[in-house]
């Protein structure tokens, strides 16, 4: 079962912009989260909107990238300014919950992710 879709990377030239959009059944009340992996590096957080829809961002990306989430919550988004090639990675869509006897349940843990979507922004 896919709990959880990216999509929305690309190539982009630095200074622009890209919109990633995240899908999936387990979009939904509880808190969600972007992380991203550069090559040879660890995944590091990116940002998280929480149950109340309040965001939280990296140092790195504050003022340039912006967390939201539709009405009906089904779909989670990451809105990426100013791009700089030290954003590129790939990008990953998680989310507090876990899936028991088909029904999510909110975690404090990100326990469910994406499979990413690649992000390269070049100079």
């Known amino acids: 079962q896919v709990h959880l879709v990216e999509s929305g990377g690309g190539s982009v030239q630095a200074g622009g912009s890209l919109k990633l959009s995240c899908s999936g059944s387990?979009?939904?009340?509880?808190?969600m989260g972007w992380f991203r992996q550069a090559p040879g590096k660890e995944r590091e957080f990116v940002s998280s909107?929480?149950?109340?829809?309040?965001?939280r961002y990296s140092d790195s990306v504050k003022g340039r990238f912006t967390i939201s989430r539709n009405n009906d919550k089904t779909m989670l988004f990451l809105e990426m300014n100013s791009l700089k090639t030290e954003d590129t990675a790939v990008y990953y869509c998680?989310?507090?919950?876990?899936?028991?006897?088909?029904?999510?349940?909110?975690?404090?843990?990100?326990?469910?992710w994406g499979p990413g979507t690649r992000v390269t922004v070049s100079s």
């Open positions: 387990a979009v939904g009340l509880c808190g």
């Open positions: 998680a989310a507090r919950a876990s899936l028991i006897s088909g029904v999510y349940y909110c975690e404090k843990e990100y326990t469910l």
């Open positions: 909107i929480g149950r109340d829809d309040s965001g």
